[in-house]
């Protein structure tokens, strides 16, 4: 199993650009999420998904959307980027335990995004 | 939202050497985890642990959900234990929240 992946791994925008980032996961994890880590900070949730077709905001969605067309694919994009979106991100996915619950998450290689 | 507090924020080990990060949590919770971030910024998961004693080689954890912390050991650290540790925690909800709140880490250097 390759677990979770990400494409592409290094990634350079001007201001204004957009982007597309694909997180892959071979698990059959019904969650899947989308976080950005900046520099001497934890990681902050930016959209997740509890399943194919649904998407929810988390701690700071602003600037980004997202789509769960399948079970095992979540995309990150970017409509006109920023230098604020100049980070790391990092996508995750668990398995449900039902009722809200679900099991550790794991996480991706990660990203690296710098917006000149 | 939740607060989580992670200590000591750097920290120094000569090799061969033992310690003990902590982790502090501001609410109840109904998952915590604990990371390890390398120097190449891959996250690698340590453990899955919402409550109770968890061990793995030479790292053990443990949390104390009814007094909101969470404790990682690395006995016999080597060179390669180095990077930043991460512990991350989700609210505990009725409905479900979904989302990890992660601490601002441990960063720990071993020295030969």
């Known amino acids: 199993n390759a677990g979770v992946t990400q494409t592409p791994k290094f990634r350079v925008l001007k201001t204004g650009q957009s982007m597309t980032l694909l997180c892959a996961q071979d698990?059959?994890?019904?969650?899947m999420y989308w976080y950005r880590q900046d520099p001497g900070m934890g990681l902050r949730l930016i959209h997740y998904?509890?399943?194919?077709?649904?998407?929810a905001k988390g701690e700071v969605p602003d600037g980004y959307n997202v789509s769960r067309l399948k079970k095992q694919n979540f995309l990150l994009g970017l409509e006109s980027a920023a230098p604020s979106q100049t980070s790391v991100y990092f996508c995750?996915?668990?398995?449900?335990?039902?009722?809200?619950?679900?099991?550790?998450?794991?996480f991706g290689p990660g990203t690296r995004l710098t917006v000149l | 939202g939740i607060q989580v507090e992670q200590s000591p924020p750097d920290l120094i080990l000569q090799e061969g050497a033992n310690s003990t990060l902590r982790c502090n949590f501001s609410?109840?919770?109904?998952?915590l985890q604990w990371f390890h971030q390398n120097p190449w910024g891959q996250l690698i998961n340590l453990f899955y642990i919402p409550s109770g004693t968890k061990q793995n080689g030479r790292l053990s954890a443990t949390t104390v959900a009814t007094e909101r912390y969470s404790l990682l050991y690395i006995s016999s650290s080597q060179t390669t234990d180095s990077g930043v540790y991460f512990c991350?925690?989700?609210?505990?909800?009725?409905?479900?929240?979904?989302?990890?709140?992660f601490g601002k880490g441990t960063k720990l250097s071993v020295i030969p």
């Open positions: 609410d109840s919770v109904n998952n």
């Open positions: 995750a996915s668990s398995y449900s335990l039902g009722r809200g619950t679900y099991n550790e998450q794991f």
């Open positions: 991350a925690v989700d609210l505990y909800s009725g409905a479900g929240s979904y989302q990890l709140t």
């Open positions: 998904s509890v399943g194919e077709g649904t998407t």
């Open positions: 698990m059959n994890h019904e969650y």
